[in-house]
């Protein structure tokens, strides 16, 4: 019997929903909103439109093959001007040419399979190659980019998360606080210790920080709803979370602005150009390619035949001449085979290739005016994060003696207030000083882990361990 219970206990503690669902962690929430960010996969799907280039020029050095072929009815006259036969050595007949046209006709099937392959195109293929692949790069170090930007962007709203969790804390506290100093008042309002309108003040205090503690549960649904769009967790889950802020410590720095993933994909960007215009400068150089094509010639139900005779008349022997009047059921021409090597030359194209390279050429130079901006900027960049940084820690210094200052402010009043030698309103402006004290303190570590969080993008080196 007691074993059954433990193990209706035991199904009873699986079965609840904080044991079937943990709270999950920065990590889960990461992998999620990488998976659901719209720019992220945007990005990706653009990508794919680079991988697709790349197969498209590989296929351009694979053979082709193309089948054609034609039915219909076939009509075609020639005219013929030629010398007559002669038959002079034996028969008397007078030299002349004759005009003559030559009509054939019938039912006509042509089949025809042409194979291609492009055996040198001059190295462009092979520099566009090149060009793609540094493209490629370029993509893979904005991708770097936008995942940082997502990290950034839940970091920051996992951190407000945490910031209304602590006020709530805060929160708490002071209200426990005001209940305990509420039942002095009410005892030495009994006593006559304080007037009544010292005791309203009282009161109203707990009022406001009812509405308060409302207030920051209003932000806390908002921020449950835009973690649960950034990672497409229930709500249920997020809300077992219970983060904490603590300062972020960035390692020192092991990477430049050069490393800035705008940089390394302006750099490939730039190298990618570079093939770009050696690929235009080979229009001038002759393309070879290998051909080879198989025909079929079909005449069904043919008949050629001329106008006048192809014999003519003979005098003397009463030969009225011959016309050509030939009657074939079907004409067939099978093989008929064409191979060989050609080649390409572009002596003269009209510039066209001269102003491509020179495109190219431009392209390369816009490239680099960005990239001389970009680390003007992102230097400026780095400074002013650092700058940040520093005032962030020193923030949280002050904050936190001022925290101090306030409690200490706080237990004296509420001492004085128990002996009478203080008013209410003295012992609720201690109690405020200190609720925001603490408030501007969680404030304060909110802020250092922004300026941290862009000290460490300054030099492309978040890193999630560090984070949490």
Sequence with gaps: MKSMLNLLLLLSVLCTPGWAQPAPDFREL???????????????????????????????????????????????????????????????????????????????????????????????????????????????????KS??????????????????HQSKKVLDESKKRLEANKKTADKALGYGLITPYDHKKIELAEATLDAKVAEYQGRKELLLTQLEVLTGIAKERLRLIEPVLAPIVPAPPQKTIADRAEIRALDHGIQASDFKIRAEKTWWIPKVQLMASAYYLGLYGSRLKSSDNIIPAVPGIDYPGKKLDWRRTNLNIFPLLRAGVGFKWEVFDGREGKHAAQRAVVDREILQNQKYDALRKLTLNKANNQSGYDIANAQIALKEKQKELAQQALVQAEKEFRYGMAKSTQLIEAENDLEMAELEYQNALFNQRRAAIELMRST????VTKLY
């Excluded at 945007?42 to 680079?50: D, I």
């Excluded at 039912?107 to 692949?133: C, H, Q, R, V």
């Design 30 to 144: 990461l992998d999620s909103a990488l998976v659901r960010d719209a720019d992220l996969k945007m990005q990706l799907t653009k990508n794919k439109l680079t991988e697709l280039d790349q197969l498209q020029l590989k296929d351009a050095l694979l053979p082709t093959l193309e089948a054609s072929g034609m039915a219909g009815y076939m009509n075609a006259t020639a005219h013929l001007v030629s010398p007559e036969i002669n038959l002079q050595p034996f028969l008397n007949i007078p030299e002349g040419k004759y005009n003559n046209n030559l009509n054939i006709s019938g039912f006509s099937g042509l089949a025809k399979a042409d194979a291609k392959m492009l055996l040198y195109s001059g190295g462009k293929i092979n520099y566009l190659g090149k060009a793609l692949e540094e493209k490629k790069r370029s993509e893979a170090a904005l991708l770097e």
């Design 147 to 164: 995942q940082d930007e997502v990290i950034a962007v839940l970091a920051r709203a996992y951190d407000q998360l945490a910031l209304v």
């Design 460 to 463: 492309q080196e978040l890193e």
